[in-house]
């Protein structure tokens, strides 16, 4: 597939810094047709004292056609693209990426007990110390650090 990217974009996939999504087919269209240039972009997060980035793709509307590139991004959904315009389109991606950021400086502990009283006050377990049990289980099964 052409697409055109920056010379940053290109460092970073070629020091591993970042991987290519899968692009749903209309984006992917509108990658080939130049309507959308990809970029790296970083996201940041301060737990604290501690903080931490990462490094995504970042897609940018661009050329004549930028407005296809746009409505490609939003599912076709032209309300989305006026309210959004051209830093809008990025913070979705920066905004799913924080959260992993901020639980990667607060550390496994902080997770589950925030976890565990969720669930209690919930009504999903009775007590913490049961919660905690089945939270502290569930990140085993899927390997998470606990």
Not at 13 to 23: F, G, I, S
Not at 57 to 64: A, D, L, Q, R
């Given at each position: ?17 970042v ?41 940018i509307p ?85």
């Amino acid at each position: 597939m052409a697409q055109k990217t920056t010379e940053a974009l290109d460092k970073a996939l070629a020091e591993k810094e970042v991987t290519m999504p899968d692009w749903p087919e209309a984006i992917a269209k509108a990658i080939e047709a130049e309507q959308i240039v990809l970029d790296v972009g970083t996201v940041k997060a301060t737990m604290g004292s501690k903080s931490a980035s990462a490094m995504y793709v970042k897609t940018i509307p661009s050329g004549p056609e930028w407005l296809a590139g746009a409505l490609a991004l939003q599912d076709g959904d032209a309300e989305k693209v006026s309210g959004l315009f051209w830093y809008g389109f990025d913070l979705g991606v920066r905004n799913n990426k924080r959260p992993a950021l901020i639980a990667q400086l607060e550390g496994p502990q902080k997770i589950i007990d925030r976890t565990a009283k969720d669930l209690v006050a919930a009504g999903l377990y009775d007590t913490l110390a049961e919660a905690t049990e089945a939270v502290v289980e569930g990140r085993r099964k899927k390997g998470l650090p606990v």
